[in-house]
């Protein structure tokens, strides 16, 4: 669906400088710096050459001691990239259910047969792409394994664990402690590729299937104990007595850390559902936990330079990050949801232009320090404030992932939002697109992640809704999942403005500030 760009702004479409770029032919090999060599006007009359090349060049981001362990299947959060030729450096050899979940919702479609996710995977032979994607599955959940036989304390969930052994463990600020947001936004990856592999005609995909369906049976036994403090109250990170103890042991305790609560609509409902569906909690409880949630979800207006009103959901940043739960969760199966959902899309990228700035904003590592190749630091609060709750931002640098959510409601202006930012110096690497830029050009990210990759390479493949949909019917969860998502959106979203508004297109460039592009990436 490409939805009419905004009239009322009278923006013409940005052309690239080269006027017959000679790309490569789908399923060919693209030249690393292939951004500039589209325009706009190519991609908007058929994206799927461009999303061809994003998906072979984001694919080299996926090998060992990058992204990942190839010995034990685990994610890392990502790696550094050297400031001239943009080679890897450092890993991070760190990561958390998060990264893990964008991994397996990424094999969940290999495994289901998306030739785009093979393209991913393996461009130079598709055929195998499932198995790949079958066999880490396969490392992932031993891993999983052990680590719950020597931390049972953690009830089946994850910490931030280090990963560059065979066995994980959590990071030293992690000892003792777990988030819920993480481990909702895994366990739905994880029932996602369940599905695929249970349905796949192949017994060792079934079999496989059984086995993680165990490792997920054993979080609906915990998860109450573990995040659930009663009366509606999740906790956001749980501090645990002793990680050592089984969770039934009479010396363990659990309880909120400080005063943090998961009470968001946003991402870390996820995990609100999987304590609402298989938590056994009581009627009772299950009701409060929306009754609890419920002065989060709240209707606001964007209005700004000559463009609205849109009606949105309050964002917390508004950041991009927070529409995670879309890529997940059938959500857009309630036709309320999706029209607000695009409203927010619709404001994402007029804001942006409105703005004059040549991206969008997502929670993001900021610019690396070129003299020491360390990342300056994580920026949290980039999105947009006149519709947030947190209106103190920073709004200086731009990230190639905040079109996810663009992508999953009209790929085509989502890829020119991307092509915008990729367009800039260095943002693209011999791993795919880079980290985060600027917006004045000066400075970039020489780091490549699972977050600021990853939810776009899912994104483009539709996300694991489907997946999630069918196996919701099949647990028979779905029509309650419908009928409480639309009664607590319907309760608040009365009257939705701004629908006769388009989508946005990029009106300026990242400027040219002295950056080189990386010398292995020509």
Same mark, same amino acid.
């Given at each position: 669906?490409? +939805?009419?760009?905004?009239?009322?702004?009278?923006?013409?479409?940005?052309?690239?400088?080269? %006027?017959?770029?000679?790309?490569?032919?789908?399923?060919?090999?693209?030249?690393?710096?292939?951004?500039?060599?589209?325009?706009?006007?190519?991609?908007?009359?058929?994206?799927?050459?461009? !999303?061809?090349?994003?998906?072979? #060049?984001?694919?080299?981001?996926?090998?060992?001691?990058?992204?990942?362990?190839?010995?034990?299947?685990?994610?890392?959060?990502?790696? +550094?990239?050297?400031?001239?030729?943009?080679?890897?450096?450092?890993?991070?050899?760190?990561?958390?259910?998060?990264?893990?979940?964008?991994?397996?919702?990424?094999?969940?479609?290999?495994?289901?047969?998306?030739?785009?996710?093979?393209?991913?995977?393996?461009?130079?032979?598709?055929?195998?792409?499932?198995?790949?994607?079958? *066999?880490?599955?396969?490392?992932? $959940?031993?891993?999983?394994?052990?680590?719950?036989?020597?931390?049972?304390?953690?009830?089946?969930? $994850?910490?931030?664990?280090?990963?560059?052994?065979?066995?994980?463990?959590?990071?030293?600020?992690?000892?003792?402690?777990?988030?819920?947001?993480?481990?909702?936004?895994?366990?739905?990856?994880?029932?996602?590729?369940?599905?695929?592999?249970?349905?796949?005609?192949?017994?060792?995909?079934?079999?496989?299937?059984?086995?993680?369906?165990?490792?997920?049976?054993?979080?609906?036994?915990?998860?109450?104990?573990?995040?659930?403090?009663? *009366?509606?109250?999740?906790?956001?990170?749980?501090?645990?007595?002793? &990680?050592?103890? %089984?969770? *039934?042991?009479?010396?363990?305790?659990?309880?909120?850390?400080?005063?943090?609560?998961?009470?968001?609509?946003?991402?870390?409902?996820?995990?609100?559902?999987?304590?609402?569906?298989?938590?056994?909690?009581?009627?009772?409880?299950?009701?409060?936990? /929306?009754?609890?949630?419920?002065?989060?979800?709240?209707?606001?207006?964007?209005?700004?330079?000559?463009?609205?009103? !849109?009606?949105?959901?309050?964002?917390?940043?508004?950041?991009?990050?927070?529409?995670?739960?879309?890529?997940?969760?059938?959500?857009?199966?309630?036709?309320?949801?999706?029209?607000?959902?695009? *409203?927010?899309?619709?404001?994402?990228?007029?804001?942006?232009?409105?703005?004059?700035? %040549?991206?969008?904003?997502?929670?993001?590592?900021?610019?690396?320090?070129?003299?020491?190749? &360390?990342?300056?630091?994580?920026?949290?609060?980039?999105?947009?404030?006149?519709?947030?709750?947190?209106?103190?931002?920073?709004?200086?640098?731009?990230?190639?992932?905040?079109?996810?959510?663009?992508?999953?409601?009209?790929?085509?202006?989502?890829?020119? #939002? /991307?092509?915008?930012?990729?367009?800039?110096?260095?943002?693209?690497? %011999?791993?795919?697109?880079?980290?985060?830029?600027?917006?004045?050009?000066?400075?970039?990210?020489?780091?490549?992640?699972?977050?600021?990759?990853?939810?776009?390479?899912?994104? !483009?493949?539709?996300?694991?809704?489907?997946?999630?949909?069918?196996?919701?019917?099949?647990?028979?969860?779905?029509?309650?999942?419908?009928?409480?998502?639309?009664?607590?959106?319907?309760?608040?979203?009365?009257?939705?403005?701004?629908?006769? !508004?388009?989508?946005? +297109?990029?009106?300026?460039?990242?400027?040219?500030?002295?950056?080189?592009?990386?010398?292995?990436?020509?």
């Amino acid at each position: 669906m490409l +939805l009419r760009i905004l009239p009322a702004l009278s923006f013409a479409l940005i052309v690239g400088a080269v %006027p017959n770029p000679q790309q490569a032919k789908p399923g060919g090999q693209p030249k690393c710096r292939f951004s500039p060599s589209y325009t706009q006007a190519q991609i908007l009359k058929d994206p799927n050459p461009f !999303i061809s090349d994003v998906l072979y #060049w984001e694919g080299k981001f996926h090998q060992n001691n990058v992204s990942y362990n190839s010995y034990n299947g685990m994610s890392y959060d990502g790696t +550094l990239l050297d400031e001239t030729t943009g080679l890897a450096t450092a890993k991070h050899p760190f990561s958390a259910a998060s990264k893990e979940a964008l991994q397996i919702m990424l094999y969940a479609h290999a495994m289901a047969g998306s030739p785009q996710a093979a393209r991913f995977l393996l461009p130079d032979n598709t055929g195998a792409a499932p198995d790949m994607a079958m *066999n880490i599955m396969t490392l992932k $959940l031993k891993t999983y394994l052990r680590f719950n036989e020597t931390y049972p304390g953690f009830g089946g969930f $994850l910490p931030w664990f280090t990963g560059d052994s065979m066995d994980i463990q959590p990071t030293w600020d992690w000892v003792n402690r777990v988030p819920a947001l993480d481990n909702g936004e895994l366990i739905w990856a994880v029932y996602s590729a369940i599905q695929a592999m249970e349905t796949s005609s192949n017994r060792k995909y079934q079999n496989l299937a059984r086995q993680w369906q165990a490792w997920l049976d054993y979080t609906k036994l915990t998860a109450a104990k573990v995040f659930y403090a009663g *009366n509606g109250v999740v906790c956001a990170v749980t501090d645990i007595g002793d &990680q050592s103890f %089984p969770i *039934n042991d009479p010396r363990q305790t659990y309880k909120c850390e400080g005063s943090g609560t998961l009470n968001d609509p946003y991402e870390g409902e996820l995990f609100t559902w999987w304590l609402y569906f298989v938590g056994g909690l009581s009627k009772k409880d299950k009701d409060v936990l /929306w009754k609890f949630k419920r002065p989060q979800l709240v209707s606001v207006e964007y209005k700004m330079g000559g463009v609205g009103p !849109i009606t949105v959901q309050k964002g917390f940043w508004f950041s991009a990050h927070e529409q995670w739960k879309v890529m997940e969760m059938p959500y857009y199966d309630v036709d309320l949801v999706k029209r607000l959902f695009t *409203n927010a899309e619709r404001a994402r990228t007029c804001n942006s232009v409105v703005t004059k700035v %040549p991206g969008m904003f997502a929670s993001v590592n900021n610019s690396t320090d070129p003299t020491t190749g &360390q990342i300056i630091g994580y920026i949290s609060n980039a999105g947009i404030p006149s519709i947030a709750n947190q209106t103190v931002q920073e709004l200086d640098v731009i990230t190639p992932y905040s079109v996810f959510p663009v992508v999953l409601i009209d790929n085509a202006v989502g890829m020119v #939002w /991307w092509k915008n930012m990729a367009d800039g110096k260095k943002m693209q690497n %011999p791993y795919g697109s880079s980290e985060s830029t600027r917006v004045d050009g000066t400075a970039m990210s020489s780091f490549v992640s699972w977050d600021s990759k990853i939810t776009t390479v899912n994104a !483009i493949l539709g996300g694991v809704s489907d997946l999630v949909r069918q196996k919701m019917k099949t647990d028979g969860i779905y029509n309650e999942f419908i009928s409480v998502t639309q009664r607590e959106y319907g309760a608040v979203f009365k009257n939705v403005k701004g629908e006769n !508004i388009g989508l946005c +297109l990029p009106s300026k460039k990242v400027p040219d500030r002295g950056l080189v592009d990386y010398t292995q990436c020509q």
